[in-house]
């Protein structure tokens, strides 16, 4: 398994400002994904961190209201920007540590609110 | 579009019961299938994994697939009220797919 630290754990913002999120794994991983929960919903692929490269983004996602960095393999950050209301929500960070079983692993995840 | 299609319930069970969770999946080429446990207010916990057809057993958890009907199953043996959560199922094909998810309630 790995463990993944997420920073904030939760914050409160106001409308137009933004939020950068970090996400720190204890050993290196290749593949590290950003999602969104809303309330009461399952989760939302936003993009998948990509070392070295720029982010790919999912559909209805795009790079200037989500910007990403994934300095190295152990580190991403995913910036919520321009903030409204409809982006309260938890994100979450998510990491396959490899050994090829495809298996995924969640920070604990942010719980933003914006007013 | 690929799809993972979960019963979202409730799903109210009694203590000490076994618990049914269902999951069918769309993708014939889906390789690794997961369960998710997810606490209101918690992130998703990994706690079953299975890549062949047939039975995993895992404590309380026991994962079934059959890949020919596109459907993986979880029972939970002996269920109790710290069981009572979200259950996600997940499918890989390419990349992880998430269900809707079951809400379990394990009822005193």
């Known amino acids: 398994s790995a463990v993944i630290s997420q920073k904030p754990s939760r914050d409160i913002c106001q409308r137009g400002t933004s939020l950068t999120i970090q996400c720190q794994v204890d050993s290196q991983v290749t593949m590290m994904f950003w999602y969104r929960q809303q309330p009461g919903q399952s989760l939302t692929l936003i993009a998948t961190?990509?070392?070295?490269?720029?982010?790919?983004?999912e559909s209805g996602f795009v790079i200037d209201k989500f910007p990403i960095s994934r300095p190295n393999l152990t580190f991403s950050t995913l910036t919520v920007s321009n903030m409204s209301p409809e982006d309260s929500s938890i994100y979450l960070c998510?990491?396959?540590?490899?050994?090829?079983?495809?298996?995924?692993?969640f920070g604990a995840g942010t719980r933003l609110s914006v007013l | 579009q690929k799809e993972v299609e979960q019963n979202s319930g409730p799903l109210s069970v009694p203590e000490g019961a076994i618990a049914s969770l269902n999951c069918t999946y769309s993708?014939?080429?889906?390789?690794?299938f997961f369960w998710y446990r997810q606490y209101s207010g918690k992130s998703p916990e990994l706690i079953m994994s299975?890549?062949?057809?047939g039975d995993k057993e895992d404590g309380r958890f026991t994962a079934q697939l059959n890949k020919a009907s596109q459907y993986v199953s979880l029972l939970i043996r002996d269920s109790q009220p710290s069981d009572s959560a979200t259950y996600l199922c997940?499918?890989?094909?390419?990349?992880?797919?998430f269900g809707s998810g079951t809400r379990l309630s394990i009822r005193p």
């Open positions: 993708d014939r080429g889906s390789q690794s």
């Open positions: 299975i890549y062949s057809n």
């Open positions: 997940a499918v890989w094909a390419s990349k992880i797919i």
């Open positions: 998510s990491v396959n540590p490899g050994q090829g079983q495809n298996i995924q692993y």
């Open positions: 961190a990509n070392q070295g490269s720029e982010a790919t983004y």
